[in-house]
């Protein structure tokens, strides 16, 4: 028999279900926070600017809301079931509609047989306000029977889907959408196993649902950068501080290590933060199998790890986005430093890296400029953390004598994720003939 | 100051402490860190301030948080000894028994944040990528390569009762 490479996901389902707090647990977790909250400091107010902007985005949406499109919807269903669409022999038409927050969503045809189920719908921004696009991505599931999939978000017992979109229209702002399913095994809590076939869509009763919508409003397609014009960065800066480390007493600290090689940038009253080189001098003993893992190469050299000092540099393809702020070289291997400038803003994504071509990087670090202007390694782990200057730093084993052999570029995106939530009103999967498609559409 | 309600940190623990103690435990294999985790995150999204426009999203950023936390926890100074706090803490949660999840939990990191992402939380593999900022091309070998390993480490035996 042909293994699957398929992991025993029900297993590994049910052994993390296990792992979970109890309630007392729980109560003395909640306990805790408010307790913390007490000794949090003030949230920052945010600026008045951005109170300013929300404000014109309200005041523009209600006079977009005044001019909701009066144009209809674009002919979709005409096309789906006419003769350029090449599925109209295979789908039943269904009017199955949902609406939220000025979107509106309209099932148009299904199909569905023993493992298949495939669904064409629109969506369309009734609200005129621009949310949706040709080049989005469309976050969609659905419920069979409202038992199939168990968890709707989960993909499991051999399940695939995917949504993509079709056509769109910018005058009424309508996407037609297809969401195709091909339905995997359904768990059998009797049998304590998958059931032996897959999950019979035939005449099912569909929920489907919307639940996220992307939106790119901007790419950098792949773009050639010629790193041997750049003015080479030699200043360095070492990296210092990690995170806090409780309960260790400064002098524990000073202990490990030379002051002249790392010094304290946070001195709050009971946490000290403490330099990566700590975790180096104090030994393996105490690194976690995964940091080990995780740092693998990363303490091959005795000495404190450092990254170029960022400067102004210049903006890739002219976008903001994607701003190289240093090159130079460290120990003879290539450093090229950039912006991040927020995977983790939230609804507001902005997407750059740099890539060369052919060869691998040796190391990513990510890291931010705090306020004392000292190197602080991490990644952002909140919107309000980007108020911060975050980095990140590519490193390449490729020497100076060696860099007109290689050639580098760089791409990303801008997009905006819409958060939305709804679903049609369910339907069912009918067998269908053209005949009766015919009738169905008159 | 601002004062935590202490209704919402009851709504968030409820909602969320199981889902980050099992994603920070597929990080950091020990649920008193994982534990840890849950605090540091719900605490910064109760002092936040920020609001959601539906559940979904906020998972999606409690996931990121959590992610980020852990990667930050996993870079750092990890003390053996337990920590004060301990002491008057209820003990953390037993972590799971089980053969695939031993080996899973062999896996390295980002293997395992993959599976469990993809596997668990039903996350598509472009998700995924959003969540961990990785491209969809490299979630995808993330999990190709788990899947080839957890063959190795539990044999084709286990793969083909499924097949």
Redesign the interface.
Known sequence: ?????????R??????D?????Q???A???Q???S???E????TRKPLRRTVTVALCCVLAVALSMTVLAAGLPDFRAWLFGPDSGVADTLTPVSAVGNNDGLSLEVLGATGNKNDVCVYFTLQDTAGENRLGEDM?V?ASVKLNDEYPE??????GGME?STEVVKYDPETQTALCKYQMTTGKLWDNNMMD?ASEPYDATGAEVRLRV??I?VYTDRLEETPIDLSEWEETTETLPIQF??V????SYGEFEQHIEEDRVVPIDESEHDWE?A?E??RL?GEK??????E???NGFYDEDKVPVVLKPGTGSFVGGREYAQITAVGFIDGKLHVQYRNYG??Q??E?F?F?FNCAGIKPLNLISFRLNDKGAVE????????DLQSCYYEEVVYDIGPEDLMDHSFFGQGCQSI?R???FMAENFTLEENTPERVQELLK | ????D?KE??R???AY??MV??LS?T?????QDA?DI??TV???L?????S??????EKA?VI??AV??C??????????AA??EAAE??A??????????DA?MAL??KYREA??L???????V??IG?LL?R?EAAVSAHL?R???Q??LI?G?E??????
């Open positions: 028999m042909k293994s699957s490479l398929k992991i025993d996901e297993e590994y389902c049910s052994a993390l296990s792992l979970q707090f109890s007392d647990q729980k003395l977790l909640t805790k926070l408010v913390a909250g007490q949090q400091p003030k949230h991505i976050g968890r709707e978000d989960v993909i499991e889907r998958f639940k996220k992307i990690v995170r480390a409780k309960g260790v403490f990566r700590y975790n104090a105490i690194m976690a199998e995964s940091t893992e995780y740092y995977y983790f939230d609804t994504n997407t890296s390694e991490g990644d952002p782990q909140s919107p309000g994720d958060w939305v939530n | 100051m601002r004062v935590i202490d940190a009851q968030l623990v409820d402490s199981d103690l099992r435990f990080y950091l294999k020990s649920t534990e849950c605090q719900f605490l910064k109760l002092t936040s301030g920020k959601f426009e539906n559940p979904e999203h950023w990121r948080a980020n936390a990667k930050d926890e996993l870079r750092a100074f990890r003390r053996k920590p004060l803490s209820a953390a949660p037993e972590p799971p028994v089980s053969d695939t999840m899973v390295p990191t599976i469990y993809f596997y668990y939380e039903g996350y598509s472009r998700e959003k900022h491209s190709s788990g899947r080839k957890l063959k539990l084709d286990a793969y083909e009762k499924q097949s």
